[in-house]
């Protein structure tokens, strides 16, 4: 039996031999089963602190977010143009026939066409401050925008497509040509407004304004839609839904063709100069002044 000494010094003998183990060899050497949990444990570690970062959204499931919200925009836009247009479409629907119908009937004189789809009377107030009727309108041809001077993009995108076709048709036709801008907001456009707005598009450019009833019956006569509430702050911030047309009238006050968002510059002009030599053949004159 061992002695106190001497188990005292085996038991430094075996701690000496441990030391000397482990310092030659790593414990990751020793054990590779204790590397790879480790590695493990410090992979899922690391997912957990990803996952806690970003919430429920993987890489993934953000990227099939974000194109579900696109489409979903996309697909509300494309819903709402074919209703504005629709309601566009009904301009003038009292009529007893379409232009195109009328033009397909052998016999028919251009005239007939035009006496179907007249302006209505209106009174408004220019962007001069001036008093303006539809009969000011009388003796030129008119392009004529409902918008507001508040819209982001449409508005001045169709302003400026209206100004394309104003510089290609007077530079061929001559000054004939009375274009107009009708606001569908009365709340924020003022006359003074107007002005400012309209000149940093066509120097043709007449706009007009008037108190909500006046707009709202110009609108009515018309068939064009606006989304404009008689209460409106004048200092708010929202915008107006609104019929996106380009009205083409000619010298006698009627109704020729209705130009939606999607006909380019070119096609207008190719229209215009279409109708305005039927006019000239017919009156033998471009305008009725």
């Known amino acids: ?34 590397r790879n949990l480790s590695q ?51 301009l003038f629907q009292d009529s007893p026939v379409s232009i195109t119908e009328l033009s397909n009937r052998k016999g028919e004189k251009q005239s007939t066409i035009r006496t179907t789809k007249r302006w209505r009377p209106f009174s408004l107030t ?13 003796g030129k ?12 993009d449409i508005c ?9 076709v104003l510089n290609k048709v007077e530079a061929d036709l001559g000054k004939i040509f009375l274009p107009i801008f009708i606001s569908v907001d009365p709340a924020r456009d003022t006359p ?12 043709s450019l007449i706009g007009l304004v008037g108190p909500y009833d006046a707009t709202k019956a110009t609108c009515k ?9 008689p209460n409106a702050d004048p200092k708010g911030d929202y915008l107006v839904d609104h019929s996106i047309f380009v009205y083409l ?18 096609q207008i002009v190719t229209k215009i100069e279409e109708e305005i030599g039927e006019w000239e053949k017919e009156k033998g004159s471009k305008t009725s002044i």
Not at 157 to 164: N, R, S, V, Y
């Open 221 to 229: 006569a018309y068939r064009v839609y606006f989304s404009t509430p």
């Open 1 to 34: 039996m061992l002695s106190r000494r001497a188990l005292a010094g085996l038991f430094q003998k075996q701690n000496a031999h441990l030391l000397r183990t482990r310092n030659r060899y790593p414990i990751n050497e020793l054990c590779p089963g204790h």
């Open 156 to 164: 001045p995108a169709e302003l400026d497509k209206m100004g394309l």
């Open 126 to 138: 220019s962007s001069k401050g001036e008093p303006f009727t539809e009969k000011d309108m009388l």
């Open 40 to 90: 493990s444990l410090r992979r899922q570690s690391q997912s957990q602190r990803e996952r806690n970062a970003v919430g429920v959204f993987t890489p993934t499931s953000a990227a099939i977010f974000v194109a579900t919200g696109v489409g979903l925009f996309f697909y509300f836009r494309h819903e709402k143009q074919k209703l504005l247009e629709e309601r566009g479409q009904q």
């Open 141 to 152: 041809w008119s392009l004529v925008y409902f918008g507001f001077t508040n819209c982001p």
């Open 192 to 203: 003074e407004r107007m002005n400012r707005y309209l000149a940093e598009f066509h120097p």
């Open 249 to 266: 009238m000619d010298p006698d006050g009627h109704f020729v063709e209705a130009f939606g968002q999607n006909v380019e510059s070119d």
